[in-house]
């Protein structure tokens, strides 16, 4: 998530008074009890939004997003196989047989997955997962709060505030029901804070490798986030050198220049996985039909509470329709939000530039189409004037502009808590001529009569974000995989080069349950399907391996429960699919339609083998 954050020269009614002396000090940041409470506290709210998911670890996934669950599970055993066989990780052929996956052009989360590998080798991907999770939301707070607490608000609490929303806003806890890439946002405060230094104290070169560091590795986490945090970037920059056009100019060539270093150094550490992304092997070309352009917000959303906060309600929100929640702040914080920009805009510059960040980036939010309450109405949003043609912009959701909204929102509530707080400071020496910050502002001393209003600015948010306090994730029960499966009786017939067909196939509708097989066996034999975007045959991305005919039949036969007429031309198909396949065996397990999945497969294959606990076609013979 993109952390509008700048120094404290932005916020002179919080800027300490070593900087008010001095603005070109650098303030030094000690930890303190207050920073060591506060990310306890992070760790232990991340552990109890996935406390569902610890009940039972091994057998629970995401009760709204389980195929992306069981997605991520099988991600983190791509990483650890990787290092175990020390294969390329931008590329895997265990999936989508004998096509394979360019894993840099999905979600792969490269950059944790394979640091994490030793955790996925020993206690598996179920465990990393719940593992990652809950620390990923927890370190996004800690770096949030870190960053507020050095460059924008003397408050600790204030910093808290913010830190612990920016962590575990609603929209962030709801991509954790199964996308853990959303949630992993941990770097980006930091990419914030070092562009925001940039050109300040004259350390160009420095500056600039350390943000080419964090650039390139935020490419192997979420490069949509990054895509979202430049943009946000740009806006703060701009917004700055408008209201601040001399103290802009005084720094325009340290920034260039290190914003070149820093680019040029990123593009040197990530240029062939880029190319590799759009140019590789079952790389793609935007998305079919832009199926993303349309998802944008509902106006009623951001005044809505969110499903997974203990104020939410699911039944409000199937009458909003179900979308991505990135907003669904409910009245409570839209109002404190409102307020706390409408008092800080003459005092704070912070302010005035997350309240640019608020309009532009929910304007863009709304999509083609206004809707409200659950219609779409005719009056065009601004996406409607944005080609779905346009290079990577074809691939975003506009909804997604919202997650800079929250940020925003975050860094507000940092910023309004700050401002009650000194309220009840005393006042402080009056600086000399030449003290004052780069705004040309001080902090106005407080007169004794008015500090009511810090417990009433403190109370003020807390009730608007209290009700947003999350609840542990829901999760739903998944069967283990066969003994068959787990227990390598498979290995016997999977000779190298071929591939295990599981019934169903794995797709981005049906076989979550077989997906799994592949995840928790170290992703030790191909199988054909899966769940990922490829090219179809004009290069486009599209979900999923194109359906083969048999496939298609055993889809079809799941949906309608029962087995439709076979024909020769069923059998001369499923054979000539098993040999595109390269397979060598077709396993059934325990399955609600296993019934008619095994009338089915016996119509087209033969009787099937009773081994351990599945039912085995061993399609040898058939295919060599």
């Not at 008015?450 to 209290?466: F, M, S, T």
Request: with cysteine; glycine share 10%.
């Amino acid at each position: 998530m993109a952390v509008p954050v700048v120094d404290p020269s932005l916020n002179p009614t919080s800027a300490p008074e070593a900087v008010a002396a001095d603005p070109t000090r650098r303030p030094r940041w000690r930890p303190r009890r207050a920073d060591v409470l506060a990310i306890g506290a992070y760790v232990l709210l991340g552990v109890f939004v996935c406390l569902n998911y610890w009940m039972d670890v091994q057998h629970r996934v995401s009760s709204h997003l389980p195929t992306d669950h069981s997605w991520f599970e099988w991600l983190f055993s791509h990483g650890a196989y990787s290092v175990r066989h020390l294969e390329n990780p931008l590329f895997s052929m265990r999936q989508n047989a004998p096509n394979g996956v360019n894993m840099i052009a999905n979600t792969s989360l490269l950059g944790m997955t394979i640091p994490l590998a030793p955790v996925t080798l020993l206690f598996g991907p179920q465990v990393t997962y719940a593992l990652y999770l809950g620390g990923a939301l927890a370190a996004t707070a800690a770096t949030s709060y870190w960053v507020l607490s050095r460059h924008l608000v003397r408050s600790r609490a204030g910093a808290f505030v913010g830190g612990a929303f920016l962590g575990f806003a609603p929209g962030i806890v709801h991509h954790a029901n199964g996308q853990p890439n959303f949630v992993s946002n941990f770097l980006l405060p930091l990419i914030v804070a070092r562009v925001l230094r940039l050109g300040r104290d004259g350390r160009w070169r420095r500056d600039g490798v350390v943000l080419g560091l964090l650039v390139a590795y935020q490419i192997f986490i979420n490069e949509e986030m990054l895509l979202l945090t430049a943009l946000a970037c740009l806006v703060i920059v701009v917004a700055y050198a408008v209201q601040r056009p001399r103290a802009a100019r005084e720094r325009a060539a340290g920034f260039v220049a290190a914003l070149g270093l820093g680019g040029g150094l990123a593009l040197l550490l990530a240029g062939y996985p880029i190319w590799f992304q759009f140019n590789g092997p079952q790389s793609y070309r935007g998305l079919q039909g832009g199926v993303f352009h349309n998802w944008g917000e509902d106006l009623m959303a951001f005044v809505t509470f969110a499903r997974d906060t203990v104020a939410g309600d699911e039944a409000v929100e199937k009458t909003i329709g179900l979308t991505e929640q990135n907003t669904w702040f409910g009245w409570p914080l839209v109002l404190v939000a409102l307020a706390s920009l409408l008092l800080l805009w003459r005092r704070s510059l912070a302010a005035r530039i997350c309240g640019v960040l608020v309009v532009l980036f929910t304007l863009g939010a709304i999509g083609p189409k206004v809707r409200f309450n659950g219609v779409e109405t005719t009056v065009d949003g601004p996406w409607a004037y944005i080609s779905d043609d346009v290079p990577l912009v074809e691939m975003m959701m506009p909804t997604r502009l919202a997650l800079v909204t929250t940020a925003a929102v975050g860094v507000l509530l940092a910023l309004a808590w700050d401002a009650a707080a000194g309220y009840g400071r005393r006042p402080a020496p009056a600086p000399r001529p030449a003290a004052e910050d780069a705004t040309g502002e001080s902090p106005p001393a407080v007169p004794a009569h008015r500090r009511w209003i810090r417990p009433v600015g403190y109370a003020a948010v807390a009730l608007a974000v209290l009700p947003l306090f999350p609840r542990p994730l829901p999760a739903q029960h998944v069967d283990p995989p066969p003994r068959f499966i787990t227990a390598g009786g498979w290995r016997p017939y999977v000779p190298a080069g071929r591939t295990l067909v599981p019934v169903p196939i794995p797709s981005n509708v049906h076989g979550l349950s077989t997906l799994r097989w592949s995840a928790l066996t170290g992703l030790e034999f191909p199988v054909p399907g899966g769940y990922f975007i490829g090219p179809n045959e004009k290069g486009e991305g599209v979900f999923g391996a194109p359906n083969r005919p048999t496939s298609t039949l055993i889809y079809t036969t799941m949906d309608a429960g029962r087995v439709p007429e076979l024909t020769e031309e069923n059998r001369r198909q499923a054979v000539a699919d098993l040999r595109f396949w390269k397979a060598s065996v077709v396993v059934l397990g325990d399955h609600p339609r296993e019934a008619v999945l095994r009338e089915l497969m016996t119509g087209l294959l033969g009787p099937a083998q009773r081994v351990d606990d599945v039912w085995l076609w061993d399609v040898r013979p058939l295919v060599d």
